[in-house]
């Protein structure tokens, strides 16, 4: 599993084609996912649906992992 920490550079595959680009991890809520089970972790591998709130100065959204690149 990825690790997404604060302030981390990443691009976002934004679904939607709108708004894809490079972004900073504001907050990846590490402590909502502290208690992944190994079981959890192998269904992240096939679509890792934690959100991470990502920004760029301007804007922020709160997006999938699955849609993050770690830059």
């Known amino acids: ?6 302030g981390q550079k990443v ?8 708004t894809s680009g490079e972004y900073k991890v ?4 590490e402590e909502k996912y502290a208690d992944l089970t190994d079981e959890d972790l192998e ?8 959100i991470i709130l990502i920004g760029d100065g301007v804007s922020e959204a709160e997006v999938y992992a699955a849609e993050l ?3």
């Open 11 to 18: 691009f976002w595959n934004d679904p939607a084609g709108e």
């Open 69 to 71: 690149e770690i830059l």
């Open 26 to 29: 504001y907050d990846a809520f």
């Open 1 to 6: 599993m990825r690790k997404f920490e604060k």
């Open 43 to 50: 269904v992240l591998e096939e679509f890792d649906d934690r």
